[in-house]
């Protein structure tokens, strides 16, 4: 069984401050990991992709991979209101003729404290 | 910037009825995908579907549900005999490539009585 494992939260952060989120997966052999955001009531929306160990940056939002570890993280610095929601991790798992289905942890719940 | 849409937003019916959900995923796109999240839990895969075949689909996506590409842009999920446990929000995806970054519809929201 392929799991990817969060931190349910509630993880509150002052406005201003950084906020850390983990992940770890179990299956050695996933290629891509996901970073999503969800709105109470609303759909997935793409925050970060990242395929490859070490960081990546995108404006206030930096990545982190570690393929030895089994460990994605994300980084929200700055941290604002808006960015008060759930942070789902997304893992591909390699499915049959080359598609690849996601599986999900079950999202950290943050709040940003004005 | 292309999106990925669903309809209906919400559907409403009674156990035992069939359900279409459709989707019309962003339009260069080739790989198509089924999830739900039934309230409080996390997004579960239910199908992928590639060239106008299943690639993959989960073991909750058992006999009572089927997928179609009935034309070039829409993408629909059948739920032949609704049960209560299926309710929950389904969304559809799409992908450009694979492995790549899946962009997902806005969800329909189904409540089966």
């Known amino acids: 069984q392929k799991e990817v494992e969060q931190n349910s939260g509630p993880l509150s952060v002052p406005e201003g401050a950084i906020a850390s989120l983990n992940c770890t997966y179990s299956?050695?052999?996933?290629?891509?990991f996901f970073w999503y955001r969800q709105y109470s009531g609303k759909s997935p929306e793409l925050i970060m992709s990242?395929?490859?160990?070490g960081d990546k940056e995108d404006g206030r939002f930096t990545a982190q991979l570690n393929k030895a570890s089994q460990y994605v993280s994300l980084l929200i610095r700055d941290s604002q209101p808006s960015d008060s929601a759930t942070y789902l991790c997304a893992v591909n798992a390699r499915a049959n003729f080359g598609n690849e289905k996601l599986t999900f942890g079950t999202g950290t719940r943050l709040t940003i404290i004005p | 910037e292309p999106e990925v849409t669903q309809t209906p937003s919400h559907q409403v019916t009674q156990m035992g009825q069939e359900v279409i959900l459709r989707c019309v995923p962003i339009s260069n796109h080739l790989y198509f995908y089924w999830y739900r999240q039934i309230l409080g839990q996390k997004v579960e895969f239910l199908v992928s579907?590639?060239?106008?075949?299943?690639?993959?689909k989960s073991e909750i996506f058992d006999d009572q549900f089927s997928v179609e590409r009935p034309d070039g842009s829409n993408f629909t999920l059948k739920i032949r005999s609704t049960k209560l446990e299926d309710s929950a929000m389904y969304f559809c995806?799409?992908?450009?490539?694979?492995?790549?970054?899946?962009?997902f519809g806005p969800g329909t929201r189904l409540t089966v009585l």
């Open positions: 990242i395929y490859s160990n």
């Open positions: 579907f590639y060239n106008n075949e299943i690639s993959e």
């Open positions: 995806a799409s992908s450009e490539l694979a492995p790549d970054t899946q962009y």
């Open positions: 299956d050695r052999g996933s290629q891509s």
